[in-house]
């Protein structure tokens, strides 16, 4: 029964798609402020990987 309620839940569900044309004529809104926001969050999260990638690859001293 869980496998039958999880497959319609899988088949019935549908992507939310926004209009382009809504965030384009957003001057005056905060919607800005949200696109830039997440673009903050994007850049920090790639500095983060790198970070951690170059911290994976130098290998550690033992004193």
């Given at each position: 029964?869980?496998?039958?309620?999880?497959?319609?839940?899988?088949?019935?569900?549908?992507?939310?798609?926004?209009d382009?044309?809504?965030?384009?004529?957003?001057h005056g809104?905060?919607?800005?402020?949200?696109?830039?926001?997440?673009?903050?969050?994007?850049?920090?999260?790639?500095?983060?990987?790198?970070?951690?990638?170059?911290?994976?690859?130098?290998?550690?001293?033992?004193?």
């Amino acid at each position: 029964m869980k496998a039958a309620i999880a497959s319609a839940i899988i088949l019935l569900a549908s992507p939310a798609l926004a209009d382009p044309g809504h965030f384009a004529a957003s001057h005056g809104h905060s919607h800005w402020l949200a696109a830039g926001a997440l673009a903050l969050a994007a850049v920090i999260g790639a500095v983060m990987l790198i970070k951690g990638r170059k911290a994976r690859k130098t290998p550690e001293r033992k004193a």
